[in-house]
């Protein structure tokens, strides 16, 4: 049974004179500054045997205590499902997410997820909220996702995330030709009917879409797309409402596109990509320990890239 612990430390002559909670943040590196600033208005940390304020200053030689309380038991089952890291350090798991793998338990997925895998990879992370994911991939994207191992890493990536400082970028594969990049500015929220789909809509909340064109095949585009925030299908919807949908998506995909006159290989492909084209190709943020930009990237994945090769054969063959 988790049992509450005790952290005791004295004022070194280097905090002596700040604030409370400055000294705090600086003695107890591993607990964010707010979580610390709980426990200071619930009375569990104590100055020298009383109950102090935030903003109350320290001394050389003053005695703190801190009442850590127990781990909330977070009844997530642990399974031993394969997972690839492409990165791990104290800090930080950064994860290659196969398509078909829904990140967290929910209605109809309470097990077999993402999360599951990670509990039992680092036991550790079920004490803290959503076992450290601060972003989601959909279940069929594939790509790159970093999980938070400690709570101040938590704090930090959700930080970086509302400042925009976590760079995403993924590569698409949408229905039509396009002639160029560019930048799409729409907000995005809950489809007024369809409460399981979400779309462009006055209401919603700012949602922002940098792509760049990469390859033009004869009915469909190679896209790279850049994120400036992270809405709920944020590039699928984005791209349907710029009618080029991408290629797969059982939700916003509309009809299937097969290039006239396409080999029968290019048609079994594309009726047989069963999933949105979409890819998590690259991530890079600042490392919440070291401060340093740290960057990942991942390759494509086989079932995408053998849909790019078939659009490219089929490209070459009618190019005269």
């Known amino acids: 049974m988790n049992q509450e612990s005790t952290l005791s430390a004295s004022i070194p ?14 003695l107890f ?7 610390l600033q709980q426990w200071i208005e619930g009375g569990r940390i104590t100055l020298n045997g009383q109950v102090p304020r935030k903003r109350d200053k320290v001394k050389e030689g003053d005695e703190i205590e801190v009442r850590v309380p127990p781990p909330v038991e977070s009844g997530w089952k642990a399974q031993a499902l394969p997972l690839e890291i492409v990165h791990e350090d104290s800090e930080l798991l950064v994860i290659n997410k196969p398509p078909g793998l829904v990140v967290h338990p929910g209605a109809g997925n309470p097990e077999g997820t993402l999360l599951n895998a990670l509990v039992a990879h680092a036991p ?13 991939l959909d279940k069929d994207t594939s790509g790159l996702l970093v999980v938070a191992k400690t709570e101040r890493a938590r704090q930090n990536l959700i930080e970086q995330l509302q400042e925009h400082s976590v760079e995403r970028e993924y590569l698409a594969i949408v229905n039509g030709v396009m002639v160029a990049g560019g930048t799409i500015e729409a907000p995005i ?6 409460r399981t789909r979400m779309a462009v809509s006055s209401q919603g909340k700012p949602a922002v879409s940098h792509y760049r064109v990469m390859k033009k095949y004869r009915a469909h585009t190679l896209v790279q797309v850049r994120l400036e925030s ?30 006239t006159g396409a080999s029968e290989n290019l048609k079994k492909v594309l009726r047989g990509f069963r999933r949105q084209a979409l890819h998590a190709l690259k991530l890079s943020l600042v490392h919440p320990k070291t401060g340093k930009r740290v960057q990942w990237a991942t390759s494509v994945p086989e079932d995408m890239s053998k849909l790019m090769e078939a659009l490219a054969s089929d490209a070459r063959t009618h190019s005269d």
């Open 124 to 136: 550790k992370l079920a004490q803290l909220p959503r076992a450290g994911i601060v972003h989601r």
């Open 189 to 194: 929220g809950r489809h007024r009917t369809q």
């Open 13 to 26: 002559p280097e905090l002596a004179g700040q604030r409370l909670d400055q000294a705090l943040a600086a």
């Open 230 to 259: 992270g809405r709920t299908h944020q590039i699928r919807v984005h791209m349907a409402h710029l009618h080029y949908p991408v290629v797969g998506d059982p939700v916003y995909g509309g009809r299937l596109k097969i290039p």
């Open 29 to 35: 590196a591993d607990i964010t500054r707010s979580q």
